[in-house]
Structure formats: C-alpha cells, structure tokens
C-alpha cells in the first residue's frame, strides 16, 4: 500500500524541523536575532497589496526621531541580519535601523507573480510608508544596490534623501550582464544559489578577496539548509529578471536626484571594479565613490570598519580627520 502524499511530506517537514533544531546555522541565526533584540529592534511583519504580499524586517522598538532611519538592503548571498551582521551594533548606535528581508527572502513571501526590481522597490518603500517613516537613506549591496537605487530613483527626493550603492552592478549594460553571465561558463543560480558543498565553497572564493580556509562539510550543508532552499525557484526567477532588464526601468538609465555614495572593493569579481567608476560617470558630481582596497564583492563583511564608518560619515555629513 502506497503511503499517500500529505505524510510523505509532512515527514519531510518534520525532518527539516529536526535538521534546523539540531544545527549550528539555526543557532548562530538564533544569536543573531539577539544582537538585534539587545540594538533595539524587533521583529515586524508588514502586509502589502491587500494580504498578496508579506514584507518581513527588523526595525526600532522605540523610534527616535532626533536620528536618521537608515534602511539596509540584502543582496542573494542570506538573510537582512545575515548580510549586516556586522553592522548592526555600529549604526544603530546613529540611525534607527530597518533591515527588511527582500521578497523570497527570509520571511517576507509574495502570492503574486512580479520578479522585477521595480516590484522589490515597491514592497520595500510601501513597508517604510505603512511603518510611518517619511524620510530615509537606502543602502543596498549588490542585488540589494539595484533595488535601492530603483527606489531613490522613484521616489526622487519625497522619501529617500540619500542612497548608498554597495558593489551593485547597477550600471552595467544589458551586454554587459550577458557578458558577465557567459563568463561563468554555467548557470549564474548555480554560483549565486548554491546546492552543493563545493558550491557554496566557490561562491565563497568568488565573493571574498580572503575566503575563510576551511570550513567543514556539514556546517557548508547546514548553511546551504538554511540559506538557500527554499523559494529556489523564485529566487532563480529573480536573478533571471535582473540579468535580463537590470533595474526594469525601461529606456535609458535613471540619474537619481540624491546624493549617492558608491562603495566598491577594488579585487571585486561578481561585479568587476569598470562598473563602479561607470556608475560614477552616469551619476555626476552628486555621486562620490569609494574604492577599499583587499576587498571582494562583500565587503559589509569583509570590511565593516570602512563601510561603516563611511555610511556614517556620508549620511551625518561628517568630515574625515
């Protein structure tokens, strides 16, 4: 007798239940939400388009309105408070911090069919408008940098004051992304969306101008778990959508009219250094660009002293001692 369908995959559920219970990832994710809870977030869920859209983040208890809203966006490589781990106990000390997970990501889930980056910069600037912030700076690194400078070039200057693109492609062409894509020699989801060991080891070798030298197998299996399993195939959609049309504008590239720091590191390979000195070009004399130098594609964790520091200096207008 066949065992019917709905207990195969509750005994499926309840695997993956046992598996992220008993596992290393869970925990340090568990130690992570800590952090946030002890820097004066909470976690939110905000709903969106009558129900058919859910926008999970973290964001202030308390808001403190005599300090800027600083909203951090993720790009595919984890989570909000994986992706900023490194950030979260600097800024918030000066910003009230929002570190939404991206639709597919995390939390935050999606009834409808739009994969574009329009649509994440929709989500994400509804979220902030139902939250009541009226004004804020938008950093976002690598996928998270196209879907923050979509949003400061929607929102011109009403909602987002300042905009900080970290290692996003943002000025890339349409053959340039194709150019990039070919260049791997194989499916951009098999480097950005990992299945196997080996897999993750590479994306690991590809993102960080150091990579950590050995990490054992089941730790790389348990991330892989965790990170990257589910909503696979509309992450993939997602990536197929960016490397087809980019930001989704349409046409010609916007020029944002907010002051726009750009962060790059200078041994970066999933977006080659060439791109942060076009979108330099393409932005003009509102945009600054900083290179760091023995960095890799990310850089939030390869270098947060020096994107810190410099989120802090460009938003508080601080000046360099």
Request: proline share 4%; aromatic share 10%.
């Amino acid at each position: 007798m066949e065992t019917p369908k709905n207990l195969h995959l509750l005994l499926h559920y309840i695997r993956r239940f046992i598996t992220r219970l008993l596992s290393l990832v869970s925990l340090k994710d568990f130690v992570l939400s800590l952090l946030l809870l002890l820097c004066g977030l909470s976690s939110l869920t905000v709903q969106l388009s009558g129900g058919k859209t859910s926008i999970h983040l973290w964001g202030p208890r308390r808001r403190r309105h005599s300090r800027p809203a600083l909203v951090l966006l993720h790009g595919f490589g984890g989570f909000a408070k994986w992706q900023f781990e490194r950030q979260i106990a600097s800024l918030s000390r000066h910003f009230d911090l929002y570190l939404p997970d991206l639709v597919f990501f995390g939390q935050s889930v999606s009834a409808e069919g739009k994969r574009s980056v329009k649509f994440q910069a929709e989500c994400v600037a509804e979220a902030m408008r139902k939250l009541g912030v009226e004004k804020y700076t938008v950093a976002g690194v690598s996928y998270g940098g196209f879907v923050a400078f979509c949003m400061a070039a929607a929102a011109a200057d009403r909602e987002v004051e300042r905009v900080v693109v970290i290692a996003s492609g943002v000025a890339a062409t349409a053959k340039e992304r194709k150019d990039l894509a070919e260049k791997e020699g194989r499916e951009v989801a098999e480097l950005l969306l990992p299945e196997r060991v080996e897999d993750l080891r590479n994306l690991f070798r590809r993102c960080m101008f150091r990579p950590p030298t050995w990490l054992p197998d089941f730790l790389l299996r348990d991330f892989i778990e965790i990170m990257f399993k589910d909503h696979r195939k509309e992450r993939t959609e997602l990536l197929n959508e960016l490397l087809s049309n980019g930001v989704g504008w349409g046409g010609a590239l916007p020029i944002p009219k907010q002051e726009t720091l750009i962060l790059w590191g200078d041994e970066d390979t999933i977006f080659p250094l060439p791109l942060a000195y076009a979108l330099k070009r393409h932005l003009g004399d509102k945009a600054k660009l900083q290179v760091i130098k023995e960095a890799g594609h990310a850089l939030p964790l390869e270098k947060p002293y020096h994107v810190n520091s410099s989120i802090r200096r460009f938003i508080l207008q601080e000046k360099v001692i």
